[in-house]
């Protein structure tokens, strides 16, 4: 089993970042939208990690032609058609759930699959509410756990109300309804990731937001093919923005981030901890695209109880912030940890005990005691997020971090990046 040793930093870091992975979200989407297109797609700053190489597999075995140079992805579909193999999403949970949308009024049958923890996590949040609206999904535990066979079927209009705030399901039901024989209406408690509605209107689709209500027509013809530039993931660079708030005299400009409101919410929450925070907008066409500059100040206790699908991935990390803030933070509302690449609540409380922090354990979030984080040996449980969450919280003391292969499903230069602070 593969681990990292990081080393506590003796010095403060004053640097720029342009090479911080491209935004995975995007990337998906990218590969998965272009199937519904006419044209060449045209893709620059494609994520080159696994998570995602897989999905532009999977659109291989789907019938898509992909051109790649190393620097611009090209793209073309003529449909989405059967495939001979088991269409593998390796470890995400993104991939798999939003294929199933993509999938479920596709003409053929379809078998998606993944790796030990994939197979592991709940996908009745997608399959169920696909299936009430017609789709023929099954596999083991009910259609709950993957392998998940699909057989594509017309599909009935729906006016759903979803019970969760998610994008994921979100995403897979507007997919589904991009087919379906009406037009569809879907409802979320909150305001979830919104990069599926932005692309598929600038590619031509009809969707027309309304508050929390998402009105989607079905497809009239083939969508207008894509001509985008990834931009950096600002989950990725939070780590780096976690790194400066907890190292005094820091600073860290993150370069070409998305700055979309429902992507930065952790760097709204580590500002308000007391880290001195700018953005700079720099183009706003499928995405607003932009610089952010953290500098470090010191931080105190904060409540989360509020946008908590906004921060789903950056919670591990916020975590590491709070075991460094002055007081005692609080994570509330946010069961949807339990449901990630790992059971974020118990894997971030069992570690930061392990780093001799105040932990204490609810339902819903945890509370953390701001104190010294101490030298541990602490697992990943096969989540990217907490492996390199944990790799941060090195640098404060002596760190070692079990099964660290993981970060390659979304971060391939991190431990590069990290260097750099040295």
């Known amino acids: 089993m593969s681990f990292f040793k990081s080393q506590k930093l003796t010095s403060s870091f004053s640097i720029e970042i342009d090479s911080i992975a491209s935004d995975k979200s995007i990337s998906h989407r990218c590969a998965m939208f272009s199937m519904l297109s006419d044209g060449q797609n045209i893709v620059?700053?494609?994520?080159?990690?696994?998570?995602?190489?897989?999905?532009?597999?999977?659109?291989?075995?789907?019938?898509a032609v992909v051109e790649d140079d190393g620097d611009i992805i090209k793209?073309?579909?003529?449909?989405?058609?059967?495939?001979?193999?088991?269409?593998?999403?390796?470890?995400?949970?993104?991939?798999?759930?939003?294929?199933?949308?993509?999938?479920?009024?596709?003409?053929?049958?379809?078998?998606?699959?993944?790796?030990?923890?994939?197979?592991?996590r709940p996908m009745n949040r997608v399959t169920k509410h696909l299936r009430a609206i017609g789709?023929?999904?099954?596999?083991?535990?009910?259609?709950?756990?993957?392998?998940?066979s699909i057989r594509g079927s017309s599909l009935k209009a729906f006016d759903y109300v979803s019970p969760i705030a998610s994008a994921q399901v979100k995403?897979?039901?507007?997919?589904?309804?991009?087919?379906?024989?009406?037009?569809?209406?879907y409802t979320e408690p909150e305001l979830t990731r919104d990069h599926t509605e932005r692309m598929l209107r600038g590619m031509g689709a009809s969707l027309v937001t309304n508050g929390l209500t998402t009105t989607i027509s079905p497809l009239k013809k083939l969508l207008k093919p894509l001509d985008i530039t990834v931009p950096s993931d600002p989950s990725s660079a939070f780590f780096f923005a976690v790194a400066c708030a907890i190292t005094p005299n820091s600073k860290v400009t993150l370069k070409n981030i998305t700055l979309n409101p429902t992507r930065i919410e952790a760097f709204k929450i580590l500002e308000k901890m007391g880290a001195i925070i700018k953005y700079d907008l720099k183009e706003d066409v499928y995405e607003p695209i932009g610089n952010i500059v953290v500098e470090y100040a010191p931080l105190k206790a904060v409540e989360v109880s509020e946008n908590i699908s906004w921060l789903i991935d950056e919670l591990p990390a916020l975590s590491i912030a709070m075991s460094c803030a002055d007081g005692v933070s609080v994570v509330k509302n946010a069961h949807e940890l339990r449901v990630k690449e790992s059971d974020r609540i118990r894997t971030v409380v069992d570690n930061l005990k392990l780093c001799n922090i105040e932990v204490e354990e609810f339902d819903d979030g945890y509370s953390v005691k701001g104190g010294e984080l101490k030298s541990a040996k602490v697992k990943s449980f096969g989540d990217h997020r907490i492996a390199m969450s944990f790799i941060i919280a090195g640098?404060?003391?002596?760190?070692?971090?079990?099964?660290?292969?993981c970060i390659n499903t979304s971060f391939p230069n991190f431990f590069e990046l990290l260097e750099s602070l040295k």
Do not use: W
Not at 44 to 63: V, W, Y
Not at 93 to 117: K, M, P, V, W
Not at 135 to 148: F, T
């Open 135 to 148: 789709a023929k999904i099954d596999g083991r535990d009910d259609g709950n756990l993957a392998p998940l």
């Open 395 to 405: 640098l404060k003391c002596d760190i070692e971090v079990e099964d660290i292969d």
């Open 171 to 185: 995403s897979a039901m507007i997919l589904a309804a991009l087919r379906s024989e009406a037009d569809c209406i």
């Open 75 to 120: 793209i073309t579909s003529s449909g989405i058609k059967e495939s001979f193999d088991i269409l593998d999403c390796g470890n995400s949970g993104t991939g798999i759930r939003l294929f199933c949308g993509l999938l479920a009024s596709a003409n053929g049958h379809f078998i998606l699959s993944g790796d030990e923890y994939l197979k592991r």
């Open 44 to 63: 620059r700053n494609f994520l080159r990690a696994e998570d995602t190489m897989n999905s532009l597999k999977i659109i291989q075995d789907l019938g």
